[in-house]
């Protein structure tokens, strides 16, 4: 069974940086989606990017586009969300969790995912 460990949650304030990650203890198909949440009190778990292990079929929710970026670890099995230009909107639980099915383009929808991550704190604030 695969397991997804993460880490790099932090508190930072607006305009800053930040890098978390998600490792993976086991091997899975490449064709697999791992997609990156994130979720508020209160609000619903927003999708905010997915690709495949190796990047292929990536996807961005608008509200993040141009600022996170998915990419692959030197360590193998991990995958990073790049996070710039952080605001108050990006604070939340992030989680990372892998698609249930191969799918023909990884998708934010949170519904398609059934391994999850423990999350990792990320709060934005002046």
């Known amino acids: 069974r695969v397991n997804l460990v993460m880490s790099g949650g932090a508190s930072l304030q607006p305009g800053e940086s930040l890098t978390v990650s998600c490792a993976l203890s086991g091997r899975i198909a490449d064709g697999y989606c791992l997609g990156w949440f994130r979720q508020t009190p209160g609000k619903e778990r927003e999708g905010v990017a997915s690709?495949?292990?190796?990047?292929?079929?990536?996807v961005y929710a608008d509200s993040v586009k141009d600022r996170f970026t998915v990419s692959q670890a030197d360590a193998e099995n991990t995958v990073l969300l790049q996070m710039t230009r952080l605001t108050p909107e990006d604070t939340g639980m992030y989680y990372c969790?892998?698609?249930?099915?191969?799918?023909?383009?990884?998708?934010?929808?949170?519904?398609?995912?059934?391994?999850w991550g423990q999350g990792t704190q990320v709060t934005v604030s002046s």
């Open positions: 690709a495949t292990i190796s990047g292929g079929k990536i």
């Open positions: 969790a892998i698609s249930r099915f191969i799918l023909r383009q990884c998708v934010l929808d949170e519904s398609e995912y059934n391994l």
